[in-house]
């Protein structure tokens, strides 16, 4: 079992930067990869970026190449998501999630078992 507890997320102006959180926590010496997803009004959940373990590999949807970086605190069991020259098409609510398929940044959602509540990011113009 995994627990995961998003945060950092909120209303910012297009343009501005946002860091968001996640906190693992669960059985010890359990390996995940860990994801952000995000889904907006209307629309299906879709990945944003992936990382492995290790935190050595990751991936990221083309929508947010160059502008979001994830990375992992392993001392901390943390995830994070730096998401810079945020757009209005960023709004989403965005999602934690862990995978036991840990050796490579997995991007589809069917390989994730254990989800956050999500936390709101909204991009005004």
């Known amino acids: 079992q995994v627990q995961l507890v998003e945060s950092g997320g909120g209303l910012v102006q297009a343009g501005d930067s946002l860091r968001l959180s996640c906190s693992a926590s669960g059985r010890t010496g359990l390996r995940y990869g860990l994801g952000w997803f995000r889904q907006a009004p209307g629309k299906e959940r879709e990945s944003v970026a992936a990382?492995?373990?290790?935190?050595?590999?990751?991936n990221y949807a083309d929508s947010v190449k160059g502008r979001f970086t994830i990375s992992r605190d392993g001392a901390k069991n943390a995830v994070y998501l730096q998401m810079n020259d945020l757009k209005q098409e960023d709004t989403a609510i965005y999602y934690c999630a862990a995978t036991l398929r840990y050796a490579m940044p997995n991007m589809r959602k069917d390989r994730y078992t254990y989800w956050g509540q999500g936390t709101q990011v909204t991009v005004s113009s």
């Open positions: 990382i492995t373990w290790s935190g050595g590999d990751t």
